[in-house]
Each structure stands twice: as structure tokens, then as C-alpha cells.
């Protein structure tokens, strides 16, 4: 598997220490540059607990792997100040499970807005599993001046492998969840009664159906009913159930079999949400969701409009970027999955809105997580595609298949395979990039 190396570096380590919790930050993007240690909040949280065990279930994601789980995984979160909240997210090793924690209950100064690497070391994590009771807890993203001037260089440097699995997952994520609707919601003694009923084997497949306002489970589907395989995957929102509000359980509007789903809690004061891939052994980086929108010869060069015009925002209003840009509401919507695709978006289902915040990866390497796409763009360019009304042929290595354009359907094995269930083949792109530069050519 092809991968990346990330290279952290802290001023120190992250701790918790006489109700001062201070995250040590490690490169990104700011509003201010890119500075080393990025220093972007200082002031209270003023719901403390929920925080704290938040903020420990993100790094619990982080840290794990649900598919055949083995030890060695290390993966730093990444938070994200937009002025009004701090948005900790996590990508956990298997590339099923997404993880967030949107703390709306700060109470200080944003010094900057951006986005960074935190330290979650294991003492940090001892300290949090111990904080409790109401009283607030003083919070600071990113060294104090103090700090800054009193170290010799960075004391704490990390060098981990970022593969090109779990890079592609982190976008896929967001652009399916983009896609998702609001399936149930239940309020505190009912979410917190569904979510201790399922099964506690970690490989436990279950429906769960909306009745009401609640949820039953059931063996098998039916009207509505959300499919969940592998409900240990689900277990990090247990240690939260003490302060659940309510439960919001999202998925794709309809479609056969199990699919990708998100789970928010409502705590006091934030939100956690947790994606899960269709199935534990299936991540989130071969889902395809994206391709079509980035095989349109625009959507690299809107990218770069409408990457312009973010600026950290909590949420992206399509229709103010739609005029700042002068793009018509499609293709900025487009150019945001390709900015997905970077790391530089993502999606927050409660708003029903994309945010502004960068991943520490490079975007040029957004070909390279899209193979399909770049196999595509290699036979349409090669002159591989025969178009014939709205069917195509492509001729490959392995024989010719025929493609129904509209449809997204190929006689190629993956079609077959897949159904159209994780994106398009490469056939069918290389056939909707040739049909789009024809029609292009026309005009």
C-alpha cells in the first residue's frame, strides 16, 4: 500500500493539569500563515466533562482499528477553530469509522482560525478519563507566548506512515455524507436505551427501524430501516451516554443492503458525530463517491476560484459562494468535492453545510488517491472511447466493454461486482469524459 509520512512536531506535549488543559499543535493552515505551533483559542470550556470524554472518544477512533485489529496505529487528531466552535476530528486506522466533536460551549479569545494537528498522548488520555463534575475547565489550543520563547526548538516529534487508503477516506467521507437524510431522532432516556441494547459482539450486524419517535432492532429490514454492521464499531459513544441530550441517526434517503450511516449525540454544549462505512471490512476510501464530480475538466480550475474565497467560515453558504465566484450553484458544489478531495471541506450534517478546514495532506496528490479516475482520463485520452449516441465502447487490455453513458452501466467485472454501489468504473468515466470534450467541442 503506497503512503505518505506526516511528520508532527510539538513545542511539548498536550496536558491536563491543575484545570488547565493545554493541546500542543503541530503545523496547518491559519488565517495568519502557517506558523509552526499554530495558537488558535485560549478561555473555558464551560461544559467540561462532556468535553473532556468527547475529546477522549475522538482519540479512541484515532487509535483504532475495527478490522482485524492489531496494535501500532497511531494517528494524531485534528481540531479546527472557526471562531465560533472547535471541531476535533479523527479517521480511525481501518478507514471505516469517522469521528467528530463540534464543541459549541468555549468561552475565551480566538486568537486565529485554522486548522492543526493536537497532541493526544497517553498521559493526556489518563487525565481526561478523570475529569468530572461541572466546574469549567480552562482550555488553550496552541502554546502561550511563554512557551513559545522558554523551548529550544520542539521537544515532542512524531513520524507516522499516512496511507493512501486512509488519506482517500477522509474525503469520501465527507462527500457521502453530503448525500445523507435525517432517518430518526431520539430524545435522552430513548437514545440512551437504543444505543445500550445492541448486541455488545464487536462483528454484530443489526436493522434498526424507526417506530415513533424511537427505534427497534430487527433481523432483518424494513420501512426506513438503517443497516449496521458491525455495532462495535459504535462503542466509543458509550462512555457518553451519561450526558446524551439526544440521538439523530442519518443515511442515504434509499438504496438495497447496507450502507455508510452517521450517529450524532447531542451533548450539552457540542455535538459528536460518528460515521461508519457500510461494512467493518469495507472503508471509506473505495466508495467512488466523488469521481463524477472530479472528471468534469472544470472542477480543478473552480476549485482554485472558490478555495480563494473560504476563509474558515462554520458553515458555506452555496449561494454567497455562487456570486462571489460568478459560478453557477452546480459547479460550486462540484468544486467543493474537489476541494473534499483535498482535505480542505468537510460536512456537517446537523448544519446541512460544508465547513472550511484544511487536512494536513497536500491536494496535489488528488489524482493519485483516485486511480479509477486517472485510469479513466488515460483511455480517454489515448482514444480508447467509440461514442455512439448515449452508448460508448472502450477498448482495454482485457477486451472491449460497452458502456450506457446516462445510466453509468459497463459489461466490466466491477460493474457487476458493484451495481453502481461504489461509484463509477473507470470505463464509465472515460466514457463521460470523452462524450463531455465532444460536446465541448461543439459548441
Not at 482499528?65 to 481540531?79: A, K, L, N, S
Not at 450486524?205 to 443497516?227: C, K, M
Not at 460518528?274 to 472530479?294: I, N, T, Y
Not at 486511480?371 to 460508448?392: K, Y
Amino acid at each position: 500500500m503506497t503512503q505518505a509520512v506526516q511528520a508532527y512536531s510539538y513545542a511539548g506535549p498536550s496536558t491536563l493539569t491543575g484545570g488547565r488543559l493545554g493541546l500542543s499543535t503541530s503545523g496547518g493552515t491559519a488565517l495568519s500563515g502557517a506558523p509552526a505551533h499554530p495558537r488558535f483559542f485560549s478561555g473555558l470550556l464551560t461544559q467540561a466533562a462532556p468535553a473532556a470524554a468527547g475529546l477522549l472518544a475522538v482519540a479512541d477512533v484515532a487509535l483504532t482499528r475495527y478490522h482485524q485489529p492489531r496494535p501500532g496505529w497511531t494517528r494524531d487528531p485534528v481540531v479546527t477553530c472557526d471562531g465560533d466552535r472547535l471541531r476535533f476530528e479523527s479517521f480511525s486506522a481501518c478507514g471505516g469509522v469517522y469521528a467528530r466533536l463540534d464543541v459549541a460551549a468555549i468561552d475565551g479569545e480566538v486568537l486565529d482560525r485554522g486548522t492543526t494537528n493536537v497532541d493526544v498522548n497517553g498521559p493526556l488520555r489518563e487525565s481526561l478519563a478523570r475529569v468530572g463534575g461541572r466546574d469549567p475547565l480552562h482550555l488553550g489550543v496552541g502554546p502561550d507566548e511563554l512557551t513559545v520563547t522558554t523551548l529550544d526548538g520542539a521537544v515532542v516529534e512524531k513520524k507516522v506512515p499516512l496511507p493512501v487508503r486512509w488519506l482517500r477516506g477522509f474525503a469520501e467521507v465527507q462527500v457521502i455524507a453530503a448525500g445523507f437524510d435525517l432517518r430518526a431522532e431520539l430524545k435522552g432516556p430513548r437514545a440512551v436505551r437504543f444505543l445500550r441494547s445492541l448486541p455488545r459482539r464487536a462483528g454484530a450486524t443489526v436493522w434498526a427501524v424507526p417506530s415513533g419517535g424511537d427505534l427497534r432492532l430487527a433481523a432483518d429490514p424494513g420501512p426506513g430501516a438503517v443497516g449496521l454492521s458491525g455495532t462495535g464499531r459504535l462503542a466509543t459513544l458509550s462512555p457518553l451516554l451519561r450526558f446524551a441530550k439526544a440521538l439523530r441517526v442519518y443515511a442515504p434517503a434509499a438504496g438495497d443492503g447496507f450502507q455508510a450511516s452517521a450517529w450524532e449525540l447531542e451533548l450539552p454544549g457540542m455535538r459528536y458525530t460518528l460515521a461508519v462505512s457500510p461494512q467493518p471490512w469495507r472503508g471509506f476510501s473505495g466508495e467512488g463517491a466523488v469521481l463524477d464530480h472530479l472528471s468534469t475538466d472544470e472542477a480543478a480550475g473552480d476549485a482554485d476560484v472558490v478555495g480563494m474565497l473560504l476563509n474558515f467560515e462554520p458553515a458555506v453558504e452555496l449561494g454567497l459562494l455562487a456570486d462571489r465566484s460568478g459560478l453557477p450553484v452546480g459547479r460550486v458544489r462540484a468544486a467543493l468535492t474537489q476541494l473534499g478531495t483535498a482535505g480542505r471541506v468537510g460536512y456537517d450534517l446537523h448544519d446541512a453545510s460544508h465547513f472550511h478546514r484544511e487536512l494536513p495532506y497536500d491536494r496535489e496528490q488528488v489524482a493519485q488517491l483516485n486511480p479509477r479516475l486517472t485510469a479513466a482520463r488515460a483511455l480517454a485520452g489515448s482514444g480508447a472511447v467509440r461514442l455512439d449516441g448515449g452508448l460508448a465502447e472502450v477498448t482495454t487490455s482485457g477486451g472491449v466493454r460497452r458502456v450506457r453513458i446516462a445510466e453509468g452501466e459497463c459489461t466490466c467485472a466491477w460493474w457487476f461486482d458493484h451495481r453502481g454501489s461504489r461509484g463509477p468504473c473507470k470505463h464509465v468515466l472515460a466514457a463521460r469524459i470523452a462524450a463531455r470534450a465532444r460536446t465541448d467541442a461543439l459548441i
